[in-house]
């Protein structure tokens, strides 16, 4: 059907070209002009009247767009909005179709759109009630031109044809030129098989199909439904390029995709079709795989070297406290035994931060090779991991009290000794690890910049990176370790010793009451009732003197298996968080809201955070919660716009891989001036995030601020 009203056009317009070509320079009916800054728009006519017994006329709504201003196509994507006419007020006409040559695109808040820029003309086809009488169109126009800012816009045109056979040959050039850039159907463009693939989580679009002329270089154009935003698509042909083959990254949708594809396909400016492809339930393979760039040995080099830089710096990161408590605690436990037993011990703390980041590093090339979301910081999302690490810092903390001592058995400790000198190194291994785990929810300068290469790189550049980043928070431990003799400056052992592991205790207490509070954001507060009430239980049953010591550890395991479990058996569906009344009024995260607000001229700073980010908590507290940062974020014509990363969501991981981004803090500055997004560091500085939305804006906020008090 789509195909023979294609015909129908093109048979329909040869008449009128072929009058155009021998009527000279006639000038036909047009209606009045509406002008604004962003456009010229007005109806223009093949012929200045209407010939008898004449039943379809031939028009085109012509639009002139001035210098970097566009419209969009009926496909608009998730930014924009397709042009719309009511045509209500005509007379004698039965019915308008609306064409829509093949569109362009170009890019606007960092999202691939569909549309037309310079000039454009909208064919129309009208069918007359009564055929040869006089018509008058009467057009109410909706469009949204874009430029660095989106302008809606509204005019009415009107054309009145009264009777007459006089064609314009200007007009007829036009209107002919643009009808032939609008796509032909299947049959006619010679598509012989057209298919397409979704996955089940929305992330990914690919296409493919056959075609009896080859292709030069086409471009794809696919409709799935309004508030779908697809990212550049990945063309390859195949087959003496006859097979097309297509991945477009679906940024975010709006809707649940589940018809078939409606996909247009652009060669040039002379050919264009548009075909439904048929959705398939497995991924279609590309006619050839692209070959992966490599970095060179200095590239490695270079991004070692950051990564080292990156891990040193967490040392000192907000997350420190607790990484602090087990530090200390390991020296002190050193005070006391020669260089040797120091020096072994630190190395073997150091083995433990090296053993985390290469396992991490093998979890996470696993989870990149089977296509999952990976990032730094992430298993924080996961109740089970919160569970454990809960239950162990209140183990640990309980033990520092003094509440009970940890007794192996006997066959275990001779071993342990065996291996590790008089009392082992187990124990200077396993706070090396925990150090390492409890740092990952920090991030620091150059960690995001490390982190980024090497997920989006080979399995050999995550291991080269997260072993620097291991080195370089293991050079404390490391440079003590070369050093013993360091230790000999700590004071000698005494009733102070007893004073710091109380404070110590206090530490890991205090992180595992953070954890608690991560939990109840994660898994709910069902949850974090029942991995307290459990973990509390081991350690009370831990704690009691005249219990039997087997009796008592197989209790008390049992209950920390209950409470590990406890945490995603009884997770809740995204609990709310009460916001308190003097908290900044954020509002939620969503991508095309970002778009849309930044086109009515709104700056919006976006903030990606998480309740087990500390690093997150750290730029709240001393830059954004802060004057003047605080009275910029809530002036007229700012918002301030929060993603929550403490739960997983598909939608901020593909925003954040949209930058090149695997981890948090992510603070990033639209506005009109800065459509993209002004990225800032990981750190925030007043300087910087005031800097970058004047930058956005395109004026002064901290002066606008400070008149409005």
Not at 422 to 445: H, I
Not at 503 to 532: H, K, N, P, Y
């Amino acid at each position: 059907m789509i195909d023979c009203l294609l015909i129908l056009r093109r048979v329909l317009l040869i008449p009128f070209v072929l009058l155009a070509l021998v009527s000279g320079s006639v000038a036909a009916a047009t209606s009045a002009e509406y002008q604004s800054a962003p456009l010229t728009a007005h109806l223009i006519s093949v012929q200045d009247g209407v010939p008898e017994n004449t039943q379809t006329l031939s028009a085109g709504l012509h639009l002139q767009l001035n210098e970097n201003w566009k419209t969009y196509w009926r496909s608009a994507g998730e930014v924009g909005i397709p042009p719309s006419v009511e045509w209500s007020g005509s007379e004698n006409v039965a019915d308008v179709e609306f064409m829509w040559p093949a569109p362009t695109r170009f890019t606007a808040f960092g999202i691939e759109n569909f549309g037309y820029a310079g000039e454009v003309v909208f064919p129309l086809r009208i069918t007359l009630e009564d055929p040869g009488a006089p018509v008058t169109l009467s057009a109410q126009v909706k469009l949204l031109v874009c430029s660095n800012v989106c302008v809606p816009e509204e005019f009415d045109l009107s054309l009145r044809l009264g009777r007459g056979n006089v064609i314009d040959s200007t007009s007829a050039g036009l209107i002919g030129t643009f009808s032939e850039r609008v796509p032909e159907g299947a049959k006619t463009s010679g598509v012989s098989e057209a298919n397409a693939f979704i996955d089940e989580d929305l992330t990914e679009l690919i296409v493919s199909l056959r075609v009896d002329e080859p292709l030069q270089s086409p471009d794809v154009f696919p409709e799935l439904g309004m508030g779908v935003a697809l990212g550049k698509p990945d063309i390859r042909l195949g087959e003496e390029d006859r097979l097309l083959w297509a991945r477009l990254p679906i940024l975010s949708s709006n809707t649940d995709v589940t018809v078939a594809p409606s996909i247009t396909v652009t060669d040039g400016e002379n050919r264009a079709f548009t075909i439904i492809a048929d959705r398939v339930a497995q991924g279609i393979a590309p006619p050839f795989e692209l070959a992966a760039t490599t970095p060179d040995m200095m590239e490695l080099i270079w991004i070692a070297a950051i990564a080292l830089l990156g891990g040193l710096i967490l040392n000192v990161m907000p997350c420190v406290l607790p990484v602090l408590s087990i530090k200390v605690s390991s020296v002190l436990k050193h005070t006391d035994h020669d260089t040797t037993r120091v020096r072994f011990g630190f190395v073997a703390a150091s083995a433990g931060i090296m053993t985390f980041m290469w396992g991490l590093a093998l979890v996470l090339w696993a989870l990149q090779t089977a296509g999952l979301s990976v990032g730094w910081g992430l298993q924080f999302q996961s109740p089970l991991f919160l569970a454990v690490m809960i239950a162990v810092l209140l183990v640990f903390s309980a033990n520092l009290f003094g509440a009970f001592e940890f007794a192996l058995p006997h066959g275990i400790q001779t071993r342990l000794a065996g291996a590790g000198g008089r009392n082992g190194y187990s124990a200077d291994f396993f706070t090396g690890m925990f150090g390492a785990v409890m740092a990952t929810p920090c991030s620091a300068p150059f960690l995001g910049t490390a982190v980024a290469f090497a997920l989006a790189g080979r399995g050999l550049d995550i291991l080269i990176v997260f072993s620097s980043l291991g080195f370089g928070l293991a050079l404390p431990y490391l440079v003590i370790a070369a050093f013993p003799r360091l230790v000999a400056f700590m004071p000698k052992p005494g009733r102070w010793m007893l004073i710091i592991k109380s404070v110590m205790g206090v530490l890991l207490l205090a992180t595992a009451v953070w954890l608690f509070w991560v939990l109840d954001g994660v898994a709910g507060l069902v949850s974090v009732i029942a991995v307290a009430a459990l973990s509390g239980l081991a350690v009370l049953i831990l704690s009691l003197p005249n219990v039997q010591s087997q009796f008592r550890w197989s209790i008390a395991i049992a209950s920390l298996v209950l409470a590990i479990a406890a945490g995603p058996l009884l997770q809740q569906s995204a609990p709310a968080r009460s916001t308190p009344q003097l908290a900044m009024a954020w509002i939620a995260f969503d991508r095309s809201d970002i778009a849309k607000r930044v086109s009515a001229g709104e700056v919006v700073f976006v903030d990606v955070t998480a309740d087990w980010c500390l690093t997150c908590k750290a730029n709240k507290t001393l830059v954004i919660d802060r004057e003047p940062v605080r009275s910029a974020l809530e002036a007229p014509g700012v918002t301030a716009m929060q993603a929550d990363w403490t739960r997983p969501d598909t939608r901020i991981s593909r925003y954040l891989e949209s930058f090149g981004r695997y981890g948090i803090p992510f603070n990033a500055v639209y506005g009109p001036s800065a459509p993209n997004g002004i990225v800032l560091s990981e750190l925030l500085t007043t300087e910087d995030v005031m800097d970058a939305l004047a930058q956005a804006s395109g004026r002064d906020v901290s002066a606008k601020v400070a008149g409005q008090e």
